[in-house]
Structure formats: C-alpha cells, structure tokens
C-alpha cells in the first residue's frame, strides 16, 4: 500500500517561494532577487548530483563537469549570435548529457574510489581544456553580452529570470520524484540495496546506473546554462574541482538521497555564506567550522537528525 | 633541441620528486585507512608558509624548512589523533565533506595569520645561481631539490622496506585486518605515519616556494596531481607513488614543453597554437583515465 502523498506542503512552498521577489520588491531589497535565483541555481545543480549519489549510489566527484559546460554552451552560442533560451538551453541539457554518457560510460566500468577519481580526472581534464582555449576566453572566462531572450518573457527582468528557474527547478523536482515512482526508479533503489542480486535478476545493471548518471548531469547543464545567465558569465571556475566538491558539499549537508536534499543543502550553504559574508571577510573559516560540527556531531547528515532516516 | 630535451627532463624528475614526496603519505592514508583526504594539498600550503615566515623571520632557509617539518609533524599528528581517526571508519562521502571543510580552514586561517598576498621565499643565496653541467647551465637551486628528493625516496624506501616498522606498514597496506589481528598497532603506527606524511608536505612546500609562489590555495592544484599519482602507481604502494610520480612529473613538463612544437610540425600553426596548450594540459589525466580503464589497481598494487 502506498501511503496517500498530500502535496499541499509543497504547493505552499512553491507558492512562498513564487511570492518571494514581490516581497523583496516590496521592501525595496531588490538585490536579494539575484541571490534568491542563484540559490535555486545550485539547488537544481545540488538536486541533480544527489539524483546521482543517493538515487544511483554512485559518489561522483566531477560534477562540475555538467554544470560548467552547460554555461559555456550557452556563452559560446551566445558569442556566436544565437541568443534563443529556446535552443541554448536545451542545447546545453543536451550537451551535457552527451558528456555525461560519454564520461559516465568509461567511468562506470570502475567503482569505490577508483569511480570518484576518474569522474575527477574527467572533470579535471574538462577544466583545462576550458582554460587554454582562447575560444573560450581562457583564464577569464566568457561573458554574455546580455541575457538569453526567452521570448515572449524578458529575462533581462531579475525577477523573471527568478520566476523561470523557479519553474524549472519544481518541474525538475517533480520529473525526478515520477522518476523515482517509476520501474527505473524502483530498480535503481535495488541497486544501491544489492547490484549482485539485482544483476541475477536479469537488471541491466550498467545501463541502468548510466542512464541515471546521464539525467544528472543533463540537469546540471540546465543549472549551467541558467547560472551562466544569472552572473553573466561562463567561468572556468565551475569546472574546477572544488566546485565538484562544494556540490557534492551541498547534497551531503541537505541530506543524501532525500527527495529535497539538493534543495535544503544549496539553500543553507548559500545562505550561511551570504549572512557570514555580512559580518566577516573570513565567512569560509566559520563554515568549515560547522561542516567539521555536522560531521562529528550529526553523522547521519542534518536532515538525518531531523528525520531520523536516511 | 637535445638540450632543451634534457633541460626539461631535469624539470620533470625535479617536480616529478616532489610531487612524490606528497604522493608518499597520501597514498599511505588512502591505502591503508582507505580514506580520502583532501587536506593533504593544505599541509602542503601551510608548511610553506610556515617555512616563509621562519626563513623570513630567521634569515636562515635551512632553519625555515626544519622548522615547518616539525611544525607540520606535529600538527599532522594533532590532526590525525583529534579528527581524522574518527574518520576511517566512515563512509567516502564524510570523509570528502570533512576534509573539504578542513580544507576551507586551512585557506582561511592562512588569510588571517599572513593575509592575502604571497609570500616571499628565496632560494639560499649560495645556490641563488646557474652552475654548468652535461654542458649547459641549469640553476642549482633545482639540482638541490633533485637532490633532496632522491635522498628522501632512499630513505624512504629503506625505511618501507628494510626496518620492522616498515614491515608493519607494508602489513597494513596489503591487509589492514590481519595485520591487526597480528597484533600491530595500526592505529598508534597511523599517528605516526600521518606525522610523517605532514612533514614530507611541508619538505615539498618550502622545497618548491622559491620556484611557485607561496599562496592561499596553492595545495589544491597539486593535490589533484598527488592523486593522480596514487592511482597511476597503485593505491597503497610507496614504489608506485614514485614510479607514478617521476611519470607525471615527466609527461606533464615534456608535454608542455614539446607537444606544441610537435603539432606544429604535423598541422597548421594555428590549429597547434589552439590545440598545443589544452592536449598538454590534460596529458597526465588521460593518461589516469586510460589506466584506470585497463589496468585498474595501478602499476604497483599494493592490497592483497
């Protein structure tokens, strides 16, 4: 029997979370409106690392792989006069995709650490190869001339770029959570439990954890191309591995294979850094502080000590 | 051409040696404790710049660099009793989160303690310039850390492989289990390897500081090469950290030196001038990537 799912919670959420640039229209804090979207940013990237990590079971350290090269896509077309949302984005989730069955395909044939290192030496190797490109701006990055143009709506409004990532990211949340209903899902469920049973079962074990590790980093493109949006650049930065890490940070902290882990973990990383960064220029020494404290103190994660299950 | 062949060979065998004297404690924690640390490259980074400032304060580079290997042994040894051994027994996934957070620490304490721009670190003034061998001059200086660098992996491998300790080590890292049902203490044998290990990183720091600058994040590059390293050589094994870290150390120098004047002579200058760079910079991941693909345990498997 499935327990009746009541998704009032949720609609409230979403409902707030809508309302939010209004209010901080309202309270002449119209700043906090690129910050909010930078939030959901991470927290569709943070989502779909954890789709990876707690739904596949598959502890990838290359995430930024996905998330970066989803913004230079969207950069790159940009400088080459394509601004159309309409086929950058999902040019980018496309792209994105591809890199990830082409890494998740050779990588899976490893697994334990050997499959984080090797998702680590891909992403690596993605990074440099971004920053000695002089197509790709280098060290520097690539900027976007403006915004991509999501016709009929104007996202050179920052609440609208809001608005639209809002609807992206409750839309992913929703695929993800059919997805995770689904036979897929069921199955995948079975291979964190016991890949070897699973495998006697007649599972395609390998296609299965590779078409979970490609919806990941599919989504994370879609972060990509948003983010580079939002700062108006694409920046070697998001490839680099401590972006992986801070991620991979992110759905640690928010709770791994939760259905909102992603979602608690971008949103209390980034605002942990964002009211430090009020007080202090060393916001970073507090934080680590308190990963160290979560470690130590909440082993099962924050979200564990809320719920007491995984 | 023969020249600067050999010039840069000399370059790769001197990085190549000190990427291995990182290599060494962090292939030991990874294999015998099976723990990922990300904080190696930050013992890295604050030996340096403990070195920096002794040498600065001291005037004396030699009492800056034994002066950062004991600070570091001792705060490796702190490290390893307070925090890490909680560690071991965790899941991969903790242990990236802690070690990342001690990561952020690191950079951050730095920034307090000595502020955001890089130190200075000189070279001793004796071995400030070039001297002339194989026929071409190279500077001294680097000839000192090829030095210093072929002395420790001696030692090293002496200690490894010729000293009871040693046997111990090798027992943990082939099977940590039995060794300790053998009644080796692979806990109080850890502290000490740890403390080891730390001090290597702050040799390697203050080492390399007059050659790269000393700065925040400095670690966090070449602790990616470290594990590159320990996954080429064989997670666990000191011989293959060494044998993994003289062939980073070559095929990253001699790429970057040599591949885009090899392109340049098979495809257009233009094409190289794009291409040169980018294939040079990812030489040593491909060459991770297509171990990991055939030859998974590394060169040198050091698990039973």
């Known amino acids: 029997m499935k327990p009746r ?80 949302a309409w086929l950058s984005w999902p040019l980018a ?4 995709a591809l890199l990830a069955l082409l890494i998740g395909a050779l990588s899976l044939r490893t697994r334990g650490v050997y499959f984080i290192m090797i998702t680590l030496a891909f992403a690596q190797m993605l990074y440099y190869i971004t920053v000695s490109l002089q197509v790709a701006g280098g060290d520097d990055g690539l900027p976007l001339a403006r915004r991509s143009s999501l016709a009929p709506l104007d996202l050179g409004n920052d609440a609208t770029l809001y608005w639209v990532t809002l609807g992206l990211l409750a839309a992913s949340l929703y695929g993800l959570r059919r997805l995770a209903d689904s036979r897929f ?9 016991n890949a070897p049973r699973m495998e006697a079962l007649g599972y ?39 972006q992986s890490g801070m991620l991979l940070v992110m759905v640690i902290l928010g709770g791994v294979g939760l259905r909102y882990g992603g979602v608690a973990g971008a949103v209390m990383l980034l605002g942990l850094e964002e009211m430090l960064g009020l007080y202090t220029a060393h916001g970073h020494l507090y934080i680590g502080l308190f990963l160290l404290g979560v470690v130590l103190f909440a082993p099962q994660g924050l979200a564990g000590l809320a719920l007491r299950r995984r | 051409m023969t020249q600067l062949i050999l010039e840069q060979m000399l370059n790769g065998l001197q990085f190549g040696l000190m990427l291995f004297l990182l290599a060494a404690g962090l292939t030991l924690v990874f294999g015998i404790m099976d723990m990922i640390n990300l904080s190696h490259g930050s013992l890295y980074m604050v030996g340096a710049y403990l070195g920096a400032a002794l040498a600065q304060a001291s005037g004396s580079f030699l009492l800056g660099l034994a002066g950062a290997m004991a600070g570091l042994a001792l705060i490796g040894m702190l490290l390893e009793i307070s925090l890490l051994r909680r560690l071991y027994q965790r899941d991969h996934l903790t242990q990236v989160l802690a070690t990342f957070a001690l990561i952020l620490i690191a950079n951050e304490t730095v920034l307090l303690l000595w502020g955001p721009q890089p130190l200075l670190l000189n070279a001793p003034t004796a071995l400030a310039g070039p001297v002339e061998i194989l026929g071409f001059s190279y500077p001294a200086y680097r000839l000192l850390i090829i ?17 009871r300790t040693g046997m111990w080590v090798r027992a943990g890292a082939a099977n940590r289990v039995m060794a300790e049902a053998l009644g080796i203490d692979v806990r109080r044998l850890f502290t000490g390897i740890f403390a080891l290990g ?80 980018a294939l040079a910079s990812i030489m040593i991941y491909l060459l991770m990537a297509a171990m990991l693909f055939w030859r998974p345990e590394g060169l040198f498997p050091a698990r039973s």
């Not at chain 1, 989730?93 to 994105?96: D, G, S, T």
């Not at chain 1, 069921?186 to 439990?193: E, I, S, T, V």
């Not at chain 2, 293959?240 to 790429?255: C, Q």
Request: overall charge positive; hydrophobic content about 60%; some cysteine.
């Open chain 1, 204 to 242: 395609p074990v390998r296609p299965l954890q590779l078409a979970c590790f490609v919806i990941g980093g599919a989504l994370a493109g879609l972060a990509g191309a948003l983010l580079a949006n939002q700062n108006g650049l694409a920046s070697p930065n998001l490839l680099y591995w401590k």
């Open chain 1, 185 to 193: 899902g069921k199955a995948l469920a079975g291979l964190r439990q």
């Open chain 1, 5 to 84: 799912h009541t998704a009032l919670p949720e609609i409230a959420l979403l409902a707030a979370a809508g309302a939010l640039p209004l209010l901080l229209q309202a309270w002449g804090e119209e700043f906090y409106i690129g910050f909010a979207t930078r939030m959901l940013i991470f927290a569709l990237a943070a989502t779909s690392l954890n789709f990876i990590v707690g739904y596949g079971g598959m502890v990838a350290f290359g995430h930024a792989a996905f998330f970066g090269s989803g913004a230079y896509v969207v950069a790159l077309l940009m400088a080459a006069g394509i601004t159309s």
């Open chain 1, 93 to 96: 989730l496309a792209a994105a």
């Open chain 2, 198 to 277: 730390a001090a290597l990183c702050a040799l390697a720091g203050v080492m390399l500081g007059p050659l790269l600058a000393v700065q925040v994040g400095m670690g966090e590059n070449i602790l990616i090469l470290a594990f590159v390293v320990i996954v080429i050589g064989g997670i666990g094994s000191i011989r293959g950290a060494l044998v993994g870290s003289l062939l980073v150390g070559l095929v990253d120098t001699l790429g970057r030196a040599l591949l885009p004047t090899v392109l340049r002579a098979i495809a257009s200058p233009e094409v190289a001038g794009h291409l040169g760079p």
């Open chain 2, 147 to 163: 030095a210093v660098g072929l002395l420790v992996a001696a030692l090293l491998y002496w200690l490894v492989s010729r000293t």
